[in-house]
């Protein structure tokens, strides 16, 4: 078979970018174990020899599409780190911790689409249990929401604002990230909360799990105190 002839890396960039659009759209409506090359050809409109001259197998093209979601909900990550890291606001509280925190929860269901990431994160994790290759992606996005909030957290028991009683930073950060995965799981099942309830939810765990620094505050946690430990 004769080579393609070259085209210009911009178009090269926008067909495999859009094989992969089409590829998520069929994970998201079908699940990727219903995923054929021929479905995601049709739907941009091109021969499945070209899908398959970019992406080389409906496996390798699989990986691609979930790779590429990772990447983009680890920049929609870091992107609302650095806002959040800025004062957006008058006086200190606008860019306090807690004001960081709070925000991030705020934010967390405009990380791309929530309906559409949720149902890909499940299917992410799932099919990273027999194909050992995706591992790397539910790894890395775990590690984007751990760093956000262990750095606001680490940030608050620095300055005060946090005091961390009965779990460890750890475990907070941990907590919240259960919380999410859960929202996401209702959300694949139809019965999430609107986005507001979502933020409240998590916003009134962080309040109840860090306490601000002053002795009136701590008098209100029961149990013992743990050492600051991340």
């Not at 970018?17 to 995601?40: N, W």
């Not at 405009?110 to 050992?132: K, M, P, Y």
């Not at 961390?164 to 909360?193: M, N, R, S, W």
Request: proline share 4%.
């Amino acid at each position: 078979m004769s080579p393609r002839p070259a085209q210009p890396a911009a178009e090269t960039e926008a067909k495999k970018a859009a094989i992969i659009q089409a590829t998520l759209d069929q994970i998201v409506d079908r699940g990727p174990t219903a995923v054929r090359m021929a479905d995601v050809a049709k739907a941009v409109g091109m021969s499945v020899g070209t899908v398959q001259y970019y992406f080389g197998s409906r496996d390798a093209l699989l990986a691609a599409a979930f790779s590429a979601h990772s990447d983009a909900v680890l920049k929609d990550i870091a992107d609302m780190a650095n806002h959040n890291g800025k004062n957006t606001g008058e006086g200190a509280e606008a860019s306090s911790p807690r004001s960081r925190l709070h925000a991030a929860f705020t934010a967390v269901h405009e990380v791309g689409n929530h309906g559409q990431r949720s149902r890909i994160w499940i299917e992410l994790v799932t099919a990273a249990r027999t194909h050992t290759s995706l591992q790397d992606c539910v790894d890395s996005v775990f590690e984007g929401w751990r760093s956000l909030f262990s750095r606001i957290i680490g940030d608050g028991i620095r300055t005060g604002d946090f005091t961390l009683y009965g779990l460890t930073a750890t475990e907070v950060v941990d907590t919240f990230i259960a919380i999410i995965d859960g929202f996401d799981l209702a959300a694949v099942a139809g019965q999430g909360p609107e986005p507001t309830t979502m933020a409240r939810i998590l916003g009134a765990t962080a309040d109840g799990l860090l306490s601000g620094g002053s002795p009136g505050a701590a008098a209100t946690h029961s149990g013992p105190h743990n050492p600051v430990r991340s």
